[in-house]
Each structure stands twice: as structure tokens, then as C-alpha cells.
């Protein structure tokens, strides 16, 4: 069974479910707050009729700001992963084994990782300045060695 990734579905799905958030916020934050906004007599009944007060606009600025999070959060993984996969295209297989096995791992020192690979140590420093250079990882000194990690 394929997992589900947000990042592959197309915008207008994306924008679909962003709509339903919303829609689907707006109801439960209303419900929430129906009973704080009840009308106390038949006159506070009558000026709500037709009007639209603050028992319609805060469950409304809430469930947007909702809506923007959400939409901030699946266009904004969707570039990230673009501009991920356009730069592998132009890595080495080493390059792109290295920076395979440091997104696995999440952070790795230097040396794990050269145990790992089963690599020289100046194979691996080259390579690690490069990815380091193209601002595909971040070095950290640790001791004797580093630990690497990729923003991701």
C-alpha cells in the first residue's frame, strides 16, 4: 500500500481541501461559540435576525487563519521537494548517496557516515564541502568531527 503524501497532489486539489478546511472550521468554531452569543431576550433576537455580528465574524477570522496555515503548509512543502528534486539532478551518485544517507538518519556525525559508506575520509570531507557549499547540509563541529544534517 502507497503511502499518502500531500506533496503530490495537483493545486486545485490542494485548494479544495483548503475550502473544505475552512468551510469545515467555521462550522465547528460556530458551534463552539453559539452558546457564548445567544440572544437574552426576544429584542437582542430580533437585531440579530439579518445582521451580521460578532457571533458570524470571529468563527469566520478563525477558521481563515486556519485555511492560510493549511495553505501555507501544502505549498509550501511542494516547492521545497521541487527544488530538492532539481538540484539531485545535478549531483553525483555520491553526492546523492551521501545526502540519501544523511536525510535517513536525520543527523550523523562524519564519521558514522564514512563507516557507513565504507569510504575514505577524503572522499567523504570532499564531498561534504560540496553538498556544504551548495547549502544542501549544515556541518556542525562536534568534538573531533561533525555532525550533519540537512534542513528537511
Known amino acids: 500500500m502507497k503511502n499518502f503524501n500531500l506533496t503530490e497532489l495537483d493545486n486545485i486539489t490542494k485548494i479544495l481541501i483548503v475550502v473544505l478546511v475552512i468551510a469545515v472550521s467555521y462550522f ?31 468563527p469566520l477570522i478563525i477558521a481563515l487563519i486556519i485555511g492560510v496555515i493549511i495553505s501555507f503548509y501544502l505549498f509550501r512543502t511542494e516547492t521545497k521537494d521541487k527544488e530538492y528534486e532539481i538540484l539531485k539532478k545535478v549531483l553525483s551518485e555520491d553526492e546523492k548517496k551521501v545526502l540519501g544517507e544523511i536525510k ?5 556525525t562524519q564519521d558514522s557516515l564514512r563507516f557507513r559508506l565504507g569510504w575514505s575520509k577524503a572522499k567523504i570531507s570532499t564531498i561534504l564541502t560540496n553538498l556544504d557549499r551548495k547549502s544542501l547540509i549544515q556541518k556542525e563541529r562536534t568534538g573531533k568531527t561533525y555532525s550533519l544534517f540537512t534542513e528537511n
Open 28 to 58: 465547528l468554531v460556530f458551534l463552539a461559540l453559539r452558546p457564548f452569543f445567544a440572544p437574552k431576550n426576544m429584542a437582542d433576537m430580533m437585531n440579530q435576525i439579518g445582521n451580521i455580528g460578532t457571533e458570524t465574524i470571529i
Open 104 to 108: 535517513m538518519a536525520g543527523e550523523i
